[in-house]
């Protein structure tokens, strides 16, 4: 897979796990905006910022993909959706399906407080 390819799905990843999130809490959540963030503060905000960022972190070469990363949509806001990304420790390798046999490396998720009946 070549780096245009995979930030093509990067990209596709982000809008997903946004799209997933809107139906598990029964709102459409905003897409004008994204921010990634970590467990120590803001990665990247912007869809081509947060897109690329990925793409550093994940692509070391056509054969060499990190091979899972967790993407959770931790919060929004009127026009910014959260997600705080999780890279798991694993060597790159191949692009094919994740453990939960997903196409890609993405896992997408949403954070239990978002949910319905978890308010």
Same mark, same amino acid.
């Given at each position: #897979?070549?780096?245009?390819?995979?930030?093509?799905?990067?990209?596709?990843?982000?809008?997903?796990?946004?799209?997933?999130?809107?139906?598990?809490?029964?709102?459409?959540?905003?897409?004008?905006?994204?921010?990634?963030?970590?467990?120590?503060?803001?990665?990247?905000?912007?869809?081509?910022?947060?897109?690329? !960022?990925?793409?550093?972190?994940? !692509?070391?070469?056509?054969?060499?993909?990190? /091979?899972?990363?967790?993407?959770?949509?931790?919060? &929004?806001?009127?026009?910014?959706?959260?997600?705080?990304? &999780?890279?798991?420790?694993? /060597? /790159?390798g191949? &692009?094919?399906?994740?453990?939960?046999?997903?196409?890609? /490396? !993405?896992?997408? #998720?949403?954070?239990?407080?978002l949910?319905?009946?978890?308010?």
């Amino acid at each position: #897979m070549t780096e245009m390819e995979f930030s093509i799905i990067t990209r596709g990843s982000l809008r997903e796990a946004i799209d997933k999130a809107s139906i598990q809490i029964g709102k459409q959540l905003p897409t004008e905006n994204i921010r990634l963030i970590s467990l120590s503060g803001t990665l990247a905000e912007g869809w081509k910022e947060t897109t690329n !960022y990925l793409v550093e972190k994940m !692509y070391h070469g056509e054969e060499a993909i990190l /091979p899972c990363a967790d993407l959770v949509v931790d919060s &929004f806001d009127e026009g910014t959706t959260t997600i705080r990304l &999780f890279i798991a420790g694993h /060597p /790159p390798g191949a &692009f094919g399906l994740n453990w939960n046999d997903g196409v890609g /490396p !993405y896992l997408k #998720m949403v954070n239990a407080k978002l949910l319905p009946n978890n308010e």
